[in-house]
């Protein structure tokens, strides 16, 4: 398998202006008779399909919801960084790179990391100019918070809003294309597998979510901008229909995975409170500027948070990372909530909790600021779990929240199967084994506004694709595929609902595959999983036809996907054999808990190749070289 990122040669910071330099153009003639697919329109789908209708391709953008406005983007609260250095505070371009590879444990590749940190100032002036309303200062300038891993503000924000007041920019922007006629927008229709003609990406094949037809689709390069995995793991901060298929079936075609077990668990969502529950709720880290988190010193204290008093109080955070206190990275915030519990400190029913508390903030700056400041999420708080957070402190705990991992993309952000370019939370680049808090908004805009309309350019001048009909042999078989795969769903007329199955294979990725994981506990997941996907095929109640609105015959795929990605990421949990960010395998931690990194043997990307329906996947790896930074051991302290 040929992993050769194609990192452009010389200094990391002109690698990007180097690439830009060689790239082939294709002439404004020429891209009216190129085809690209966009599959997702997201904050990364919309931004690319509106740049590449914009420079005069043919577009057609792809998504399963009723609007672009539905995107799981929507959903993003705190901010985006850029390292603008508005406020005076020592940020720079080269700090921003250096705070993103320390932040994801120096298992990501440093010039795309690089290229990110350069692209972000743009994406704040492009998001401006299209009337984005980020905070702003009294005196006009924008506006900027921290989050964590950083000791500088560099995080852009629109109240807890930041997702939502993006994607509308990039709404407008694909809408102007539309009504340019240079975009053909087509919601509510799912890809359910790639179209491989040749060796590169041709197509892809849809059901239309309504009428539950199936469709082909040719182009000349295929964009994969679909979101992240999180869902897997059945409970998390995602929206319910995020999903892998996309990228699954992509792999299943021949696209590397890179890193699956990489997930993010976020340390400030509101506690699971049942089992009747589908979803999680985040709360912004962006709380964490002003909100301490501490939990009683006492193992079991039945005292009410404000009967305990200061002395019998334990900042954790504060205490063990002094320099970054409650702004640690994510991973590492995480960790430290879990061992408190685990030690029988933790707060609220079932003891699975911590206090997130802002009496201090509000002391000092009164209820009318942080309100201002975080209205929208005290609200959203309050409404959930009837407590007044400005009276009684939040009480959370860590949830997963974002895959690290995905598919495996070079620099120019293409996978293994030439021409198809993946995008956003997607793919696998530039976070390593742990993401910094609003580094995934700038890397899905960077990607689509900046980084594909060149490479994609690049890709079609140089490789010169010839443009592959519909009636090709290989949209034929795929389509087939489709048919026969929702067919077979549709047959198993089971007794045990699809729900039911997710919700069982969560628990096992949460026990065994969630915040810390152990080589005999992944084994054991490697049993109970396929067992699982057995008997969902065999026992798994899928009702309704094909041909209308069947959102369980959609769910019932989504999860069969699912099943199958999972044993992957145990395989890959597995076979790294160290800890790092996110993935902490219990055997390798440091005295005080922190993970422990084997460079030695670890300092590489995983890549996963599919090997067959039979065959075990076969395991790759992309070395990582460092120039710019010496990895050391991450300190916070
Ligand atoms: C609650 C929450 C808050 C967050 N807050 C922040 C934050 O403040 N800052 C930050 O940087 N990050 C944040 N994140 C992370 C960030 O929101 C996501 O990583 C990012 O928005 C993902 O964007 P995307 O465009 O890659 O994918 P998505 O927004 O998930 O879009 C995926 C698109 O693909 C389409 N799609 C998927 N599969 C298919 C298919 N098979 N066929 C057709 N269409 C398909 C969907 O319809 C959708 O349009 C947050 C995440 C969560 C869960």
Not at 335 to 350: I, L, S, T, W
Request: include cysteine; glycine fraction near 10%.
């Amino acid at each position: 398998m040929n992993l050769d990122a194609r990192i452009p040669p010389g200094p990391l910071e002109s690698k990007w202006e180097t690439y830009q330099q060689r790239m082939k153009l294709v002439s404004p003639a020429a891209r009216r008779k190129l085809d690209v697919l966009v599959v997702g329109s997201g904050l990364a789908g919309a931004s690319a399909a509106a740049s590449l209708a914009e420079l005069g391709y043919r577009v057609t953008c792809l998504s399963f919801h009723d609007s672009p406005r539905r995107a799981h983007s929507i959903a993003a609260q705190g901010g985006i960084n850029a390292a603008k250095n508005y406020p005076n505070d020592g940020d720079s371009v080269f700090r921003l790179f250096l705070d993103t590879i320390k932040g994801g444990d120096y298992r990501s590749r440093e010039a795309n990391v690089y290229r990110l940190a350069q692209l972000s100032s743009n994406i704040i002036d492009q998001c401006v100019a299209q009337g984005v309303p980020f905070a702003r200062e009294y005196g006009g300038s924008l506006a900027n918070r921290s989050f964590g891993g950083a000791q500088v503000s560099r995080t852009f924000y629109a109240r807890g809003q930041t997702g939502q007041q993006l994607l509308l920019g990039a709404y407008q922007a694909l809408q102007r294309q539309v009504g340019l006629g240079r975009l053909r927008m087509l919601t509510r229709h799912e890809m359910l597998d790639l179209v491989v003609v040749d060796g590169a990406a041709r197509g892809i094949i849809t059901r239309d979510l309504v009428t539950g037809a199936i469709a082909r689709h040719a182009a000349h390069a295929v964009v994969l901008a679909t979101g992240g995995y999180g869902n897997v793991f059945h409970l998390s901060t995602n929206a319910k229909s995020s999903n892998a298929t996309a990228i699954w079936r992509a792999w299943r075609r021949g696209a590397a995975f890179a890193n699956p077990c990489f997930t993010q668990i976020h340390p400030t969502c509101i506690p699971v409170s049942g089992a009747h529950q589908s979803k999680l709720t985040l709360m912004s880290e962006s709380l964490r500027n002003d909100g301490r988190v501490w939990v009683p010193r006492m193992k079991g204290d039945p005292r009410p948070p404000d009967q305990i008093p200061e002395a019998d109080r334990d900042y954790l955070l504060e205490r063990l990372y002094p320099s970054y206190g409650n702004l640690v990275p994510r991973d590492v915030a995480s960790r430290a909530a879990k061992v408190a519990c685990d030690q029988g400190r933790g707060v609220g029913p079932g003891g699975y909790g911590v206090y997130l508390d802002f009496a201090e903030a509000i002391e000092r700056l009164g209820a009318r600021v942080m309100t201002d400041r975080y209205g929208n999420l005290f609200e959203m708080y309050q409404r959930i779990t009837g407590a007044d957070p400005t009276r009684v402190p939040m009480r959370i705990y860590p949830a997963v929240h974002y895959t690290m991992g995905g598919l495996w993309v070079d620099y120019a952000l293409m996978s293994t199967i030439p021409g198809l370019f993946v995008l956003g939370e997607a793919n696998f680049s530039d976070h390593g084994a742990n993401r910094l808090g609003a580094s995934a908004l700038m890397q899905g805009l960077a990607d689509g506004y900046f980084i594909i309309p060149q490479t994609v350019g690049d890709y079609l001048g140089s490789a010169k694709p010839a443009g592959a009909g519909v009636e090709r042999a290989e949209f034929a078989a795929a389509e087939a595929d489709v048919r026969e795969r929702v067919a077979r769903l549709l047959r198993i007329g089971g007794r045990q609902t699809v729900e039911s199955f997710h919700r069982r294979l969560g628990q096992v990725m949460w026990d065994r595959c969630g915040m810390s994981r152990t080589a005999a506990g992944l084994r054991e997941a490697l049993q109970q999983i396929p067992a699982l996907r057995e008997e969902f095929w065999r026992d798994a109640r899928v009702l309704g036809g094909d041909g209308e609105i069947n959102q369980q015959l959609e769910r019932a795929g989504r999860v069969a996907d699912f099943l199958e990605l999972a044993e992957l990421m145990c395989r890959d949990a597995l076979a790294r054999d160290e800890s790092c960010g996110g993935h902490f395998r219990e055997e390798h931690q440091t005295a005080e808990g922190d993970a422990r990194r084997d460079d030695a043997r670890f300092s590489h990307v995983a890549v996963w190749e599919h090997a067959g329906p039979d065959a075990p996947p076969r395991r790759h790896v992309e070395p990582l070289v460092f120039q710019a930074v010496t990895p050391t051991r991450r300190s916070y302290t």
